[in-house]
């Protein structure tokens, strides 16, 4: 944790320290502040001048690379997320932790695959604050790797993941992202969320001290957290953005959020409702101490469409999260 | 480009312009193609999915108010999902005031055609079919409106359903008519819903033909005021093919018209054939629950006039043999649990199972004779099924 802290703070550093000398005398890197908040869908990423360099992700004056403590599993992408808040304008802080970011925002997230000089950037996500909320906009890179266009309607993509499968990888389409960015009808940023970044990185970018700042595990660490944060964290992230109140899955009844403690709420013992064939031979979402009889389990280690979950956003089955949940559930003390 | 200065000026106030029709044909791209119109339609257009089999490999979804999407017959445009790769349904909407008419979905790997907080939806003469029939691994639900005010469902057709063909859930205001559900595990599902009508059906070779359902540890409890009439119930003996962990995996085969939990309900003017484990049955909610919110029983639930050819000639129950030899060869077509409140019409036999509490199973059950009284007073139907309103975009 320590160390990704510190190279993020570093790289920011060195953004800055570049930006500070050359920011009045080069006015082309900085973000394009109307194509984030006019009326229109830009049809290329390069209009909202993000980045100093695209196919290299060197991100323009004001936008700061974070990262995730927990990050949401997609297929072994490699993620690079930035954000973007406009000069003068102040983050805060909701009751939930979610951080509210200024209108004129903007949340940048690109999926990448391979390597070095074999990484190849599929699509960059952004999520922009305008006036009349926010709007979600996947962009797909050319096979030059020069620019991203907009693909309002998602694409389908051949490609090999880390572990080498070789998968069909989705970029979503624009109703796609607010499936999982849903909440009460409304797109909403899903990530940031102050439990869920380092406490160091919002107080050195925002000047803000929430109280759970920092509070889910480093997913890299989660061996030295409980099986229960890391569980729970890896759930928070990975599910609770449909299950929950509001969002949608909440007529499923299931509500995976970090702060939820009521065990039939998370699961345990409660019985599937629309689940279908999702279910198994399985009874219940979560068995305390049987994983291998507990649906939510079950449904994460499928690949096969309306068993899977998530039911958007990966083709492969994630290893080290069902690990992480499996450990969680047979832990789990028997009720 | 032309579109957002349009939007524009509607929303500076400018007189509201014409809607738009978009038109899309099968072929190379159909995905791309209807899925970008079904983004970019503005409120007030209309998306024809002119004939043919569109092969299409995600769910599609549509998030626009004020939509329409009409193909040319339930026979003629075919979304076909059965090559799909993703997604948990075929179609998936999440907007108000849409009207889904005139085209089939096949084959979709889960739900069929999802609607979810899409107030005022009119679903009519569509199709949802599992093309191999009856099998565990079809999709849950053909028809699937969930948490949503208003919900029109007229002409439409499903099979194959591993769950419910046509299924309302955690809704208000709801009319399912006209419709044909057959070879489901349950045909037809009004599940911890209100308000809902459901008339001149025909609900055939499904395990259970039509369910009335409320269940506990749902967001929208509290199922009632349920009106059950005019439909075809016939021969519903499709053994159960539902995975084991839903509810349906618990109904019998052969079960006509089931009531679980739920307040309010009338059963009436209903024919009912060849539904051997029982024409009519209603009953609490059958496991054990702990969420103080919920009702578990079946309360003042009313069976008037309906025709009965027959009872239950061949229950999926324990003790079938001496059940049906106590009741001189089948059992009477209405069958109770003994708990909550039924008024059933005079003439109507019955049986009870005579049980004192809820959750406890089948072992203390003392089955005798029907003796309950007839309804005392007539049904209140007020604010019973989906808004008039919506009755204007069948035309």
């Known amino acids: 944790m320590t160390r990704h802290l510190a190279i993020l703070l570093l790289a920011g550093a060195s953004f800055a320290a570049a930006f500070g000398v050359r920011a009045t005398t080069l006015p082309m890197h900085q973000v394009n502040d109307s194509a984030v908040v006019e009326k229109s869908l830009p049809r290329l990423l390069s209009q909202f001048r993000f980045f100093e360099d695209g196919p290299k992700q060197v991100p323009a004056y004001r936008v700061m690379p974070y990262r995730l403590n927990t990050p949401l599993y997609s297929d072994g992408a490699e993620k690079l997320r930035f954000v973007y808040v406009p000069m003068g304008e102040q983050v805060t802080v909701a009751n939930d932790g979610l951080l509210q970011f200024p209108v004129g925002s903007a949340l940048i997230k690109t999926f990448a695959f391979g390597n070095g000089a074999d990484r190849r950037l599929i699509e960059t996500r952004v999520l922009l604050h305008r006036a009349d909320g926010w709007l979600a906009l996947p962009y797909l890179w050319n096979a030059e790797q020069t620019e991203a266009e907009l693909a309002v309607a998602g694409a389908r993509i051949d490609l090999t993941t880390p572990k080498g499968e070789a998968i069909s990888y989705r970029v979503p389409n624009k109703n796609q992202c607010k499936e999982c960015h849903g909440l009460d009808g409304a797109v909403t940023p899903i990530g940031p969320k102050a439990r869920n970044l380092s406490a160091e990185w919002i107080e050195a970018s925002f000047a803000l001290s929430p109280a759970d700042g920092g509070a889910m595990p480093d997913w890299e660490d989660r061996d030295q957290a409980s099986a229960e944060a890391a569980a729970r964290a890896y759930l928070d992230v990975n599910c609770a953005h449909c299950h929950r109140p509001g969002a949608t899955a909440s007529n499923s009844g299931l509500d995976l959020r970090w702060e939820q403690d009521d065990p039939k709420a998370l699961g345990v013992m409660k019985r599937p409702v629309a689940a279908g064939r999702g279910a198994g031979a399985h009874l219940f979402d979560v068995v305390p101490g049987e994983p291998d009889q507990s649906i939510l389990l079950h449904r994460m280690l499928s690949n096969e469409p309306g068993v899977a979950m998530p039911e958007l956003g990966k083709a492969t089955v994630d290893e080290e999260g069902t690990e992480a949940v499996r450990r969680w559930i047979a832990e789990m003390p028997a009720r | ?395």
């Open chain 2, 1 to 395: 480009m032309t579109r957002i200065a349009i939007f524009a000026a509607l929303l500076a106030g400018a007189s509201p312009l014409a809607a738009e029709t978009h038109t899309i044909t099968p072929g190379d791209g159909a995905q791309e193609r209807l899925q970008e119109a079904l983004i970019l339609a503005e409120p007030g257009d209309e998306i024809v999915l002119e004939a043919g089999r569109y092969t299409l490999t995600d769910g599609l979804s549509l998030d626009v108010d004020n939509v329409t999407v009409r193909g040319a017959g339930m026979d003629g445009t075919v979304l076909d999902f059965t090559t799909q790769a993703g997604a948990g349904e075929g179609l998936l909407v999440t907007s108000d005031n849409v009207t889904l008419r005139d085209f089939a979905v096949e084959n979709p790997k889960g739900d069929g055609i999802k609607s979810k907080g899409a107030d005022n939806i009119v679903y009519h003469r569509l199709r949802v079919t599992w093309t191999r029939g009856p099998h565990p691994e079809n999709g849950a639900y053909a028809i699937y409106p969930v948490e949503s005010t208003g919900v029109l469902v007229d002409g439409v057709k499903v099979t194959g359903a591993s769950d419910a063909g046509i299924y309302v859930g955690q809704s208000d205001r709801i009319t399912v008519r006209n419709s044909i559900a057959e070879a489901n595990v349950a045909g037809i599902e009004i599940e911890n819903s209100r308000n809902a009508l459901v008339e001149h059906n025909v609900a055939t070779r499904n395990t259970g033909g039509i369910l009335v359902f409320d269940l506990p540890d749902l967001p929208v409890m509290g199922g009632g005021n349920v009106i059950v009439r005019n439909n075809l119930v016939v021969a519903n003996d499709t053994p159960n093919f539902a995975p084991p962990g839903n509810i349906v995996a618990g109904v019998r085969r052969g079960t006509g018209i089931m009531v679980m939990a739920n307040e309010n309900v009338l059963i009436e003017d209903n024919i009912l054939s060849g539904n051997p484990t029982a024409p009519v049955m209603v009953i609490a909610y059958v496991q054990p629950y702990d969420d103080e919110r919920y009702n578990p029983l079946a309360r003042n639930i009313v069976v008037g006039e309906n025709a009965f050819d027959g009872g239950g000639y061949d229950p999926q129950l324990d003790g079938a043999e001496m059940l049906t030899a106590a009741f001189g060869g089948e059992l009477p077509p209405v069958m109770w649990d003994g708990l909550g409140s039924l008024y059933v019409a005079e003439g109507t036999p019955g049986w009870t199972l005579n049980l004192t509490e809820q959750g406890k199973g089948l072992g203390a059950a003392r089955p005798a004779p029907l003796t309950v009284e007839p309804p005392a007073s007539a049904f209140d139907a007020s604010g019973i099924g989906a808004p008039a309103e919506l009755e204007t975009r069948l035309k």
